[in-house]
């Protein structure tokens, strides 16, 4: 299913026109597909049917509350960054006991909020971050879950700034440490050895990769048997990809059977922290075309949506597909897709092909994950509303931020 689609050369979102929801909520909007979210969250369980499984959604991919909260409905659990991440899980009616907890810099007060809603895994990310947590834990009179995050050393094949699994970067704990580490932690008293996890990277459109971390991540998982050391579950992190443009992600089922044969006979929970791969393509960032200003080598269409909203082409000179909201007759013309903030990074797409009039809409396609939730106020510019669209219906799951709740924290000095 294609939640986005023309329906006489007008593009809609599930039932609902995109003209209508820029009448009713204005522009830039990010508009969601509940239908979208769910068949991801399905289609990516429905190989895991047959095992012990846990899929984390990565919050960090899109924290919006009603996002969380389907999911949370279908029996998510969530992977999150912070404490900040805990409390919109619990106040989307997400279930604490199905949340990890990753990230190299966890602050006391956040393992302490995390210990007392009483999540399921801490993923220990360093040797101070154990020493500190098992500090934490005794203080609260909690024994902590955890997991330590190995990182495998494998090459993702990724964008250098989304890969994360190479030996050197800030995540993780080296290869050749984790079994001294993971016998250090049994030592601890007020620690609990649950699991072990990685997290290799993102935007993965190969199997490969996976299954060379899963590889590593076994032959310690046996090694720590051998010295009594016993793994209850792997969190395989997230990182699937999913299609921009032309790229072929792994399909989720082939992902869930291979690592089923990975796994052979060990009685071990498999747990996943997608985060792209369920909502990338469930969400579209709706904008108007302020002004076109043809010139002799480039033509540029200025739109009301800017970097500040979908900040991934101008971080990582990412792709995201462009398409009219009406189709037209007159004859198309290459565009540079540029907001109006005051950087020359700040486009949306490079030599696009569009038929375009002042006043027109434009959504910008694949943009549910890391697109609001890495949206800023840069140039004094209100976030965008979302809109969640179910079937012919509308609901406004996060208003525009008015102008004066951008400064209402501000004061002059005296
Ligand atoms: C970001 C992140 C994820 C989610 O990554 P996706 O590429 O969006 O699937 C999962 N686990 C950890 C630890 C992360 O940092």
Redesign the pocket.
């Known amino acids: 299913m294609n939640p986005f689609s023309y329906k006489n050369g007008e593009f809609f979102a599930e039932d609902v026109p995109f003209s209508d929801i820029s009448r009713q909520f204005g522009t830039p909007t990010y508009v969601y597909s509940k239908q979208a979210l769910v068949n991801a969250f399905q289609a990516f369980s429905a190989g895991l049917s047959d095992v012990d499984h846990l899929v984390c959604f990565?919050v960090?991919?899109n924290p919006t509350l009603a996002i969380l909260n389907i999911f949370a409905k279908l029996g998510a659990g969530f992977?999150i960054?912070s404490g900040g991440e805990l409390a919109r899980v619990i106040a989307a009616g997400g279930d604490p006991s199905k949340v990890v907890f990753?990230g190299v810099g966890k602050t006391s007060t956040e393992m302490r909020r995390a210990l007392e809603a009483g999540i399921f895994c801490f993923?220990v990310e360093s040797s101070s971050e154990l020493e500190r947590l098992n500090t934490v834990a005794g203080n609260t009179g909690k024994k902590a879950p955890i997991s330590l995050r190995i990182n495998p050393d494998v090459d993702a094949k990724t964008h250098p700034y989304i890969s994360?699994g190479l030996k050197n970067n800030k995540f993780g704990v080296a290869y050749e440490e984790a079994l001294s580490l993971y016998k250090h932690a049994a030592s601890l008293p007020n620690l609990s050895i649950q699991g072990i996890d990685c997290?290799i990277g993102?935007?993965l459109t190969d199997l490969s990769p996976f299954m060379d971390a899963m590889d590593r991540i076994l032959l310690l998982v046996d090694e720590l048997e051998s010295i009594g050391i016993n793994i209850h579950h792997i969190d395989a992190?997230?990182?699937?990809g999913i299609r921009y443009s032309d790229e072929t992600p792994p399909d989720f089922t082939d992902y869930a059977e291979a690592m089923k044969k990975k796994m052979a006979k060990r009685n071990i929970k498999l747990v996943f922290?997608?985060?792209?791969?369920l909502v990338g393509n469930a969400g579209a960032l709706l904008t108007q075309v302020e002004y076109l200003k043809l010139g002799e080598d480039k033509n540029f269409a200025i739109v009301d949506a800017a970097m500040n909203d979908l900040m991934r082409p101008a971080l990582y000179d990412a792709y995201h597909d462009i398409v009219a909201v009406k189709r037209k007759d007159k004859p198309s013309k290459l565009y540079e897709v540029v907001g109006p903030v005051c950087e020359s990074g700040d486009f949306l797409g490079h030599d696009r092909d569009l038929s375009l009039d002042e006043g027109d809409l434009v959504v910008i396609l694949s943009a549910g994950?890391y697109g609001m939730s890495m949206s800023s106020n840069y140039n004094t510019r209100p976030k965008a509303a979302e809109i969640m669209v179910d079937k012919n219906q509308c609901h406004i799951i996060r208003h525009r931020e008015s102008i004066e709740s951008l400064f209402a924290l501000e004061k002059p000095i005296p």
């Open positions: 990565a960090k991919a992977d960054v990753s993923n994360t997290h993102s935007q992190g997230g990182g699937i922290e997608p985060g792209r791969a994950a």
